[in-house]
């Protein structure tokens, strides 16, 4: 399909405008949000990390695609969100100390909305304190900690061993993901969960709540 080749392509190259004309297009053509976030935002995205990671792209550019995925992102955000479900849940959700990528944990708490959880965002670079903070403040059922790079993730068990140290490891289902996490890396931290992407964490969100 051409449409999500052109939509790869000016994310690609951070062409902001563009891709929210064509997130909208798409879903005028009647494709589903999720059709257009996986075949059109996340497979652009992949193709920049590719470039990325072999020095093709730069920061600069991989900045400005990201900026266009999120302008596709708000268009599809309300179409996520506003499913009627009813409340199941409370999740609490942040990016960890240290790492500033947001989209796939901004993804992950759309998802989650959509699924009938209130999500209280925390943004990017939190340290235990905030998350603690945040759990004293909301009382989620769950919280959910993003990390994007290998130099962040350990920082998962920070959070998870202050949770214990404050008594508060047993009120709340921790659940971890993001491109570098795995499964063995969550159980050897000690989380709940480990959410391969936004799909799975929001099954496995509701397992919980059952
Ligand atoms: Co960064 N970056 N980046 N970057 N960046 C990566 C992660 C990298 C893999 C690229 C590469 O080299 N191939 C690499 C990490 C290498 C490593 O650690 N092994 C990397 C690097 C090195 C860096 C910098 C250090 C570069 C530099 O400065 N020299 C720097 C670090 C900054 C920092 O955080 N301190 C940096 C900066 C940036 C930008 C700011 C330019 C930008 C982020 C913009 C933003 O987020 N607002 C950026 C981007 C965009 C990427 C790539 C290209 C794309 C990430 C993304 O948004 N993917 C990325 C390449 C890659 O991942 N292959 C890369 C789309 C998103 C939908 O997927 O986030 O994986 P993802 O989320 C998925 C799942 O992982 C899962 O669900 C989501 C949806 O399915 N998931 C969860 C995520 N969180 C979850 C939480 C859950 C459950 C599931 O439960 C709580």
Known sequence: EDLWLQMQDDLYDGMKEEVAAQTREALGRGFSP????GLGLVAGMDIVGVDFRDGVL???EVLMAANAMKAGMEILRPLLVETGAARIGTMVIGTVKGDIHDIGKNLVAMMMEGAGFEVINLGINNDADKFLEAIKQHQPDIIGM???LTTTMPYMKVVIDALGEEG???TVYVMVGGAPVTETFAKAV???AYGRDAA???ELAKAFMN
């Open 34 to 37: 999720q059709e257009v976030l």
């Open 58 to 60: 730069f920061v600069p």
């Open 146 to 148: 993003s990390a994007l």
């Open 168 to 170: 508060l490891r047993d």
């Open 190 to 192: 000690g989380a709940d």
């Open 200 to 202: 799975v964490a929001v």
